[in-house]
């Protein structure tokens, strides 16, 4: 809490640094965005140039409170019942208000914009301070893993960039991304919010997007979120050489190998909870990395938020393209 007042001392200089047409990273309860001045694409054009990021990829319209995200997109009553769970880490792509005036390089050009309202109070705060919703992607460059702490963006994006400490997030993986069409509800991305959560609001199954479906969504390359050391998923144990990312009781083959052949080794949550290894993720990931040239990974359990985790990791594990 002495974090965030601290850093609550810090919003009117962030704020006006956006309505400047700069960028500044900050926190959410998922992982660390970096921010622009949604309405200006002058502003918007440094995102995409900070992170290398490819034009096509629509960015996400984050917004402090529900009726700020109402200017930006157009709210069915069903969109509005998914919207109860703001503030939060659901992203809703809706039809987009042209006269809210978000930047095309914000929708890459698309009739639909991702809003949503994140759950943080520092975010919250320099949102409403800067008195526009802010456009921001994951503060990583583009295809590498989403930063969950203040040091990684630093390290990531180097001083170039002010960075609003809120320290490390909460959820640790991005928000759910939910495309609402009429009554279709179909899930964009897993993330921080599991889809037994969304559909026990909906009492229905939500659908999925068909990986190939261009609408699918836009951004999502098989190669994400990558680390430079490569990845052996559902592996019961690591092989010599090989770093150690292990979920739940540690199996005896890993506890019996001789020390000098067990790498480096972490656990996402050895209690077996999937909240602390989403939590746990990209930040292990990030330190494994810096010390391996190879990562086995534990099998992780496919329910609630193990479909993020699970996504996550096929995209860090998949041939660079
Ligand atoms: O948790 C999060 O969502 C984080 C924090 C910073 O809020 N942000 C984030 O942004 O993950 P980013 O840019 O890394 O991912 C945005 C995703 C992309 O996959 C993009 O394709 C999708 O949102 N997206 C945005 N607008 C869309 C639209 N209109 N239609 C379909 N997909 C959209
Ligand atoms: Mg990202």
Not at 58 to 68: G, R
Not at 276 to 302: C, G, K, W, Y
């Amino acid at each position: 809490m002495q974090l965030i007042d601290a850093q609550l001392g810090k919003i009117a200089e962030f704020a006006a640094i956006l309505r400047g047409g700069g960028l500044v990273a900050f926190p959410t309860e998922t992982v660390y965005g970096l921010g622009a001045d949604a309405t200006s694409s002058d502003a918007v054009l440094k995102i995409y140039e900070t992170k290398g990021r490819p034009r096509f990829n629509p960015l996400i319209v984050h917004c402090a409170d529900l009726a700020m995200a109402e200017m930006v997109a157009e709210f069915s009553p069903l969109a509005r019942t998914l919207a109860a769970v703001w503030p939060g880490p659901l992203t809703l792509v809706l039809p987009k208000r042209p006269e809210a005036g978000i930047s095309d390089l914000v929708t890459a050009g698309l009739d639909t914009v991702g809003v949503r309202v994140p759950d943080h109070p520092l975010a919250l705060a320099l949102i409403a301070a800067a008195g526009r919703p802010l456009a921001a992607p994951s503060a990583n460059p583009s295809g590498k893993l989403s930063p969950t702490t203040a040091a990684q963006v630093r390290t990531a994006l180097g001083k170039s960039v002010p960075v609003l400490d809120g320290g490390p997030c909460k959820a640790g993986v991005e928000s759910t991304i939910l495309r609402v069409e009429g009554d279709t509800v179909t899930q964009l991305r897993a993330g921080a919010m599991a889809r037994e959560e969304i559909e026990s609001i909906l009492e229905r199954p939500v659908l999925t997007a068909s990986s190939d479906s261009p609408i699918a969504a836009p951004g999502m390359l098989a190669s994400h979120y990558a680390p430079r050391a490569t990845l052996r998923l559902d592996a019961r144990g690591p092989r010599p050489g090989e770093a150690y990312l292990a979920f739940g009781i540690t199996p005896p083959t890993v506890s019996l190998m001789p020390r000098g052949e067990l790498g480096e080794a972490r656990n996402l949550s050895p209690s077996g909870d999937l909240r602390e290894a989403a939590r746990n993720l990209f930040a292990m990931l990030h330190d494994l990395d810096a010390q391996s040239t190879a990562i086995a990974v534990a099998p992780i359990p496919h329910g609630g938020l193990g479909e993020a985790i699970n996504d996550r990791l096929r995209r860090a594990a998949a041939p660079r393209g």
